[in-house]
């Protein structure tokens, strides 16, 4: 039943298409060369929380560069930490574009105990010491916009950085002080919300 469950899972996240969004390119993950996830879970949405995240790797600024990085992170969680798949539901480069992880509806491994609850977007590089380009900076406000337009995101959402919740240095000194700054960005303590059933849109 649970080898079934599993096909059928594979099958639907290869039958429903990405929804585009306005305003930012997202690379699918066939286009970036993507390996199959071992297992899928789905999660229900919209969310109220935001992740930020940086990867603490190479940076990127072309699409072939940043699709290279992309399969990379992906060897990284999978082999190494043995993940179902890239951890991030979608991650960001310095082209500018978004690149599809988990997409929108899939639980991550991003946030520990925060995955099935949360959407996290990371932008690709460290920026511990700087900041990401404003294309980055841009398609990450705009995947959020995006996000709460499909109804994956609710218009109230807070967000957060990684370290908010964890034992990290994520998403960066420089990209954490940034975010700080932004509308949605709760000052306060986190609290978890219960998760919602997962219901096919």
Known sequence: MKYLYLLLSLYMVDALPLPGCDNVTIVTRQEWGARPSKEINYMGTPVTVVFIHHTAMSECFTQDACANEMRIIQNLHMDTRGWDDIGYNFLIGEDGKAYEGRAWDRIGAHTRGWNDVAIAFSIMGDYSNKLPNGDALHAVKVMIECGVKLGKITPDYKMYGH???????????????????????????????????????
Do not use: A, M
């Open 163 to 201: 370290r908010d919740v964890g034992q990290t240095e994520c998403p960066g000194n420089s990209l954490y002080q940034l975010i700080k700054t932004w509308d949605h960005f709760d000052h306060n303590t986190p609290v978890k919300p219960t998760p919602k059933p997962y219901r096919p849109t």
